[in-house]
Every structure is written in structure tokens, then in C-alpha cells.
């Protein structure tokens, strides 16, 4: 018969594993010629989202009601996503630059 602690070890390292914590992952959109690209990016709640912005003009990641990332020229900004859900977004700056996040749990 074998004794509790056999049996009790793979339930422990079992449960351990299983609510070790999902790695965050940094998602990159480049902005050139006053576009964001990719256009589409899939994220998942806390990952960082980071604008690099190539252009000689300041841009903006505005979500109306919610966020505003202000990405000033040749630099990067970034932000921590906080919520499940679609977000589009666009520039303060320039209207017609458009993108979307498609955030997971």
C-alpha cells in the first residue's frame, strides 16, 4: 500500500502549475506615413500594447470615453490593457488613422 505522501505529491505540483499566471505579451503597432499597422491586433487582458511612431508628427491612441496615449514623433508609448472586448481607436490629431484591438480574457 503505498503511503499518503505518493499520491499527495502529484496533486500538489498539479495545482501549483495550474494557477501559475498567464505570461503577459508586448504587442507592437508601428505607425508610418499616418497609418497604424497592423490595423487589427489581438491582445489579451494585461498585455502592453506599444506604439512606435516613425512619422515626424505626434499621434495620439484615443478610445472616446476611455483612454488617450499621446505618442509624440520617432518615440513609443505604451499601455497596459485592462479589459476584455473590441476597442477601436483612432488619432486626435488625425481622424481618418484608424485600428482595432481584439482584447481576451
Do not use: Q
Amino acid at each position: 500500500m503505498l503511503s499518503a505522501r505518493y499520491w499527495l505529491v502529484p496533486m500538489v505540483v498539479a495545482t501549483v502549475l495550474g494557477s501559475a499566471p498567464a505570461h503577459a505579451e508586448t504587442v507592437r503597432v508601428t505607425i508610418d506615413k499616418l497609418v497604424f499597422s497592423p490595423a487589427v491586433v489581438k491582445a489579451k487582458v494585461g498585455d502592453t500594447i506599444e506604439w512606435v511612431n516613425n512619422d515626424i508628427l505626434a499621434h495620439t491612441a484615443t478610445v472616446k470615453g476611455d483612454w488617450d496615449v499621446l505618442i509624440p514623433p520617432k518615440k513609443s508609448a505604451t499601455l497596459v490593457i485592462k479589459k476584455a472586448g473590441e476597442v477601436e481607436y483612432y488619432c486626435r490629431f488625425h481622424p481618418n488613422m484608424k485600428a482595432k484591438i481584439d482584447v481576451t480574457n
